[in-house]
């Protein structure tokens, strides 16, 4: 039987899985058993190895590093048209998508539950939108994509964190911390945007938002529980607005955004559906999109369920 593949984003936790690796792969090999590993450069690679490894015939793939790791993972997986099973060995700020399937965070007890878990299926989300270079593409997510607010919180994270720390956020900070500072940064100085959505069959509708998020998944941004009732294999999607807050109500309200009680806000909206499309209103800039934490481009974007799409090993 042909060896499970550890892909790892070595700088991944802001370059730290690079130094740490070789304690994780000792955690790995302790907990887990045997495996071979592979190594990113660049993004994409880690959607090209594993599409490739899942051609030449791995039946397990393990994604080592942070949400956008995992995504790139899946979409290989995906796009290879193998039914190939995904593990998760976090090591990455947000940690989002191993929180929705209660993996740990710390590298031996994650191995435990990749020794010891159970194989799901779970829905994923296929979305075509326009591009960094202004090419139309199509991909896959796993947790959640969004924009308005998120994607300037994220590109704080990403390539400032707040205002308060030089250069890149340090990952001793914590996910959570770090993104919770930068929801705050963010909140002083953003403004609702005007969006026409369309979700299944319904006619389009016109909305004044600070965020909108179609959710796969329960976390996103470090976290957030943004989408509490979201299950991986119910075929919808968990479809969050909030609508147009001022800064104190979006400051206030941070908690709430957190620990998942925000749905009953009359600001915030919560339905669920199987399609969603969403554009512009034709008078707005350019609306930029977040998906499972990485910022790959911007609005008009449609997003469609596909059911039980992937096999994962989640917690026992």
Known sequence: ?????????????????????????????????????????????????????????????????????????????????????????????????????????????????????????????????????????TGYFLGVSSCGM??????????????????????????????????VQTAMRSSARRLVVQLDDDRERQLVVTNFCVANARYFGGGMKIAPEAKLNDG???????????????MTSAPRLYFGSHLSMPEVSHVLARKVVLRVASDEPDVGLEIDGELPGRLPASFQVVPEALRVRSKA
């Open 1 to 137: 039987m042909t060896l499970p593949l550890v892909i790892v984003n070595p700088a991944s936790a802001s370059g730290t899985t690079g130094t740490a690796w070789p304690q994780i792969a000792s955690d790995l090999h302790s907990q887990f058993g045997s495996f071979r590993n592979a190594f990113t450069n660049k993004r994409g690679d880690a959607s090209a190895l594993a599409s490739e490894a899942a051609r030449q015939g791995v039946q397990f793939i393990i994604a080592c590093g942070g949400d956008g790791t995992i995504s790139e993972v899946a979409n290989g997986i995906l796009d290879s048209g193998k039914d190939v099973e995904l593990g998760v060995l976090p090591s990455g700020t947000g940690g989002d998508f191993r929180r929705s399937l209660e993996i740990p965070s710390k590298s031996r007890d994650a191995a435990r539950a990749l020794r010891n878990g159970r194989t799901r299926r779970i829905d994923v989300g296929r979305v075509t939108f326009i591009d960094n270079k202004g090419v139309e593409v």
């Open 150 to 183: 998120s994607t300037k919180i994220i590109e704080r994270v990403k390539h400032g964190g707040p205002d308060w720390l030089p250069g890149n956020t340090p990952q001793w900070l914590g996910g959570r911390v770090s993104f919770g500072s930068s929801l």
């Open 236 to 250: 919808k999607f968990d479809v969050i607005s909030v609508a147009d807050l001022s800064t104190l109500k979006l």
